[in-house]
């Protein structure tokens, strides 16, 4: 198993509140992704990072910002929580271009 | 406007048989294929990948198939087996998306291997 860890694992919680959602590496790879999955739709990218400081929207940016002030560390927060963003949510790592990308076990977060 | 389509949901086989999973895409720019293999509560797993200068790479049980003109991969287990039961994901990406790589993934086909 690549290094990742996802915290938390499950959150509930309600529309309109911040929620942000952190991704640890010990990999030391370059590359980190949030994506998100929903039924029907596969995994979608949200954001990616190429380095420390360096970010870039994915197809599903909308509602979300990253933060990456550290090589290991990758956050995901959700400024204003909406009913949409009920999802189940990945990190994934690479240290290389080319290289397959590996996946963090998600964050099931539910907003009511 | 879905890139990458698989459209079949399920598929269901019995073990000691052929599993085919397919996928189409429609984006020329795309030159990595990737098939990943999720089970419940677990991140996806990569199984298998191939560039678009072959048309066929093996690992074991498991083989992809890219038909360049067609805009279509598949992948092939055999001989299927009951832990092979998962969610399987093509992806795809393109090197004009830069450095980082980033995949685009179908809605993934739910395989069942009935004992």
């Known amino acids: 198993d690549a290094g990742i860890t996802q915290s938390p694992r499950h959150k509930v919680t309600e529309t309109g509140t911040p929620v942000t959602l952190r991704c640890h590496q010990t990999?030391?790879?370059?590359?980190m992704y949030w994506y998100r999955q929903d039924p029907g739709h596969g995994l979608r990218l949200i954001h990616y990072?190429?380095?420390?400081?360096?970010?870039d929207k994915g197809e599903v940016s909308d509602g979300y910002s990253v933060s990456r002030s550290k090589t290991e560390d990758f956050l995901l927060t959700l400024e204003s929580a909406t009913s949409s963003q009920t999802s189940v949510y990945f990190c994934a790592i690479s240290d290389r271009t080319g290289s397959p990308l590996h996946f963090g076990n998600g964050t099931r977060l539910t907003v009511t | 406007d879905q890139q990458v389509k698989q459209n079949s949901p399920s598929l269901s086989v019995q073990e000691g048989r052929i599993s085919i999973l397919n996928c189409d895409y429609t984006?020329?720019?795309?030159?990595?294929f990737l098939w990943y293999k999720k089970y419940p509560a677990e991140g996806p797993t990569f199984l298998i990948s191939i560039s678009s200068i072959k048309d066929k790479n093996e690992d074991g049980r498991f083989t992809v198939f890219l038909n360049k003109s067609a805009k279509h991969l598949s992948l092939h287990i055999v001989p299927s087996q009951p832990g092979d039961s998962a969610v399987y994901f093509c992806?795809?990406?393109?090197?004009?998306?830069?450095?980082?790589?980033?995949?685009?993934f179908g809605s993934g086909t739910q395989l069942t291997v009935l004992p």
């Open positions: 984006n020329s720019m795309f030159d990595y």
């Open positions: 990999e030391n790879h370059r590359y």
């Open positions: 992806a795809a990406s393109s090197i004009s998306s830069g450095s980082a790589r980033q995949l685009t």
């Open positions: 990072s190429y380095g420390v400081k360096d970010t």
